[in-house]
């Protein structure tokens, strides 16, 4: 090549690049929330489940797990979503109400000033994830959530239970707690809106009793000073009442799981009793006691004792490794037949927090770890078929100390 015409093109190359910047010097785009929401997906309530991760006790910040029917999981959409702002220390119980879902955890902003936490009651869209406000308020490592709307938020600690106005930022006792025992905190002991015949109860177990209010009325004649808010109402039974779930309907029926009162654990019987609202709280009481062996009354350690679809309810062993069907219209015709094992753990751990059973497809969805320490972090999410008793999808390592498995229909159920 001709020398002059080689040095003619090196001072034009060196030109052009004078005027270039650096992929280092770009500014970042503005990435726009309908592009995130591309990316993240918006959720189908019909179809989806939520897991809502604990994250290690005490230092790690709780996470949303999105997961579709077909096994595909999206981690963290709420930290996407919102600029790399996180859920609070230690995530502790979730509630959809309306378009809006709330989480609540151990400590918030006021206690992690420095970092990107939301609060300690994070409010986002239920769809999207999108962050609509975020709350520090005044109650000591706050558990278990629930919410009739922005005025009326319930929530619960080993103190006992408070009512939040989140317009005007006011907290208020409602009730002591009766009982100290852990599964009143965790997934057996979550609360739940309920409208029935056009009223709103809240209910929620303490101390082995079914209790409730009716919405607005939670400090009818409360007194501190009193063991237990005479505004508040109890459903007692003879056995001691570890879990409860809501399948509504025009009788308003409940399930209830239970064991013997005063009895060590390894001799507990288990019983599953139905009853429904109607007018007279509670009407008719139906108790199924089951004998599928010791190992498999309701666990009531970590996670939710009964989960239930229709008449079906499922609970888990006490050793956390299998899970039980007890179909409550076959008990009369097959007895303790009608309690049947339909699942049990292949690989290595145990089930933690709660499963759960999706309520249209009827699939279980079932978290497991591998152990404490380290270990927590070789988890499984499995979705289940209990008829073909069919592992249809195992997704790996997206729990991190799971608190529950989440339906948004389960939420939309409670209204009906």
């Known amino acids: 090549m001709n020398p002059k015409l080689l040095l003619l093109l090196v001072?034009?190359?060196?030109?052009?690049?004078?005027?270039?910047?650096?992929?280092?010097?770009?500014?970042?785009?503005?990435?726009?929330?309908?592009?995130?929401?591309?990316?993240?997906?918006?959720?189908?309530?019909?179809?989806?489940?939520?897991?809502?991760?604990?994250?290690?006790?005490?230092?790690?910040?709780?996470?949303?797990?999105?997961?579709?029917?077909?096994?595909?999981?999206?981690?963290?959409?709420?930290?996407?979503m919102n600029d790399s702002l996180t859920l609070g220390i230690t995530a502790q119980d979730l509630y959809i109400s309306g378009d809006r879902l709330y989480v609540t955890c151990k400590q918030g902003k006021g206690e992690n000033k420095d970092s990107k936490i939301a609060g300690k009651l994070v409010v986002m869209d239920a769809k999207t994830f999108k962050l609509i406000a975020a709350y520090d308020?005044?109650?000591?490592?706050?558990?278990?959530?629930?919410?009739?709307?922005?005025?009326?938020?319930?929530?619960?600690?080993?103190?006992?239970?408070?009512?939040?106005?989140?317009?005007?930022?006011?907290?208020?006792?409602?009730?002591?707690?009766?009982?100290?025992?852990?599964?009143?905190?965790?997934?057996?002991?979550?609360?739940?809106?309920?409208?029935?015949?056009?009223?709103?109860?809240?209910?929620?177990?303490?101390?082995?009793?079914?209790?409730?209010?009716?919405?607005?009325?939670?400090?009818?004649?409360?007194?501190?000073?009193?063991?237990?808010?005479?505004?508040?109402?109890?459903?007692?039974?003879?056995?001691?009442?570890?879990?409860?779930?809501?399948?509504?309907?025009?009788?308003?029926?409940?399930?209830?799981?239970?064991?013997?009162?005063?009895?060590?654990?390894?001799?507990?019987?288990?019983?599953?009793?139905?009853?429904?609202?109607?007018?007279?709280?509670?009407?008719?009481?139906?108790?199924?006691?089951?004998?599928?062996?010791?190992?498999?009354?309701?666990?009531?350690?970590q996670g939710s004792p009964v989960v239930v679809k229709g008449d079906t309810i499922y609970f888990a062993s006490q050793d956390a490794k299998s899970i039980y069907r007890h179909i409550f219209s076959d008990y009369v015709k097959s007895g303790d037949r009608s309690t049947q094992k339909v699942f049990e753990l292949s690989i290595p751990g145990f089930m933690y927090g709660s499963f759960g059973v999706h309520p249209i497809s009827g699939r279980l969805y079932i978290t497991s770890i591998k152990g404490h320490g380290m270990d927590y972090l070789v988890n499984s999410t499995l979705i289940y078929d209990p008829d073909r008793q069919v592992v249809e999808h195992n997704i790996s390592n997206v729990s991190r100390f799971p608190a529950g498995v989440f339906f948004y229909k389960s939420f939309m159920n409670l209204n009906k």
Not at 24 to 40: C, F
Not at 55 to 71: D, K, Q, W
Not at 228 to 238: D, E, K
Not at 292 to 297: F, I, R, W
Request: proline share 6%; with cysteine.
């Open 11 to 80: 001072g034009i190359v060196a030109l052009l690049c004078s005027n270039c910047t650096s992929p280092g010097d770009l500014p970042s785009p503005q990435v726009e929330e309908k592009d995130l929401i591309k990316k993240y997906g918006e959720t189908d309530p019909e179809r989806d489940a939520l897991i809502l991760n604990e994250g290690a006790f005490g230092h790690e910040t709780g996470s949303l797990v999105r997961i579709s029917p077909n096994g595909k999981a999206w981690e963290s959409p709420f930290v996407g």
């Open 137 to 301: 308020p005044d109650v000591i490592q706050p558990g278990n959530i629930a919410v009739a709307d922005e005025e009326h938020i319930y929530l619960r600690n080993g103190q006992g239970i408070y009512f939040y106005n989140s317009v005007t930022k006011s907290l208020t006792e409602v009730q002591k707690a009766l009982s100290s025992r852990r599964e009143q905190l965790n997934n057996s002991g979550r609360m739940k809106i309920i409208v029935y015949r056009g009223q709103r109860y809240l209910f929620y177990l303490d101390n082995g009793a079914l209790c409730y209010f009716r919405v607005g009325e939670e400090n009818t004649k409360y007194d501190p000073s009193l063991e237990f808010n005479s505004g508040i109402s109890r459903i007692m039974l003879p056995q001691y009442i570890n879990g409860f779930d809501y399948v509504g309907g025009a009788d308003g029926t409940f399930y209830l799981s239970a064991v013997e009162k005063g009895v060590i654990p390894q001799t507990q019987s288990a019983w599953v009793i139905r009853f429904s609202l109607r007018e007279d709280f509670p009407s008719k009481v139906d108790r199924h006691k089951l004998g599928v062996g010791d190992n498999a009354y309701p666990y009531i350690q």
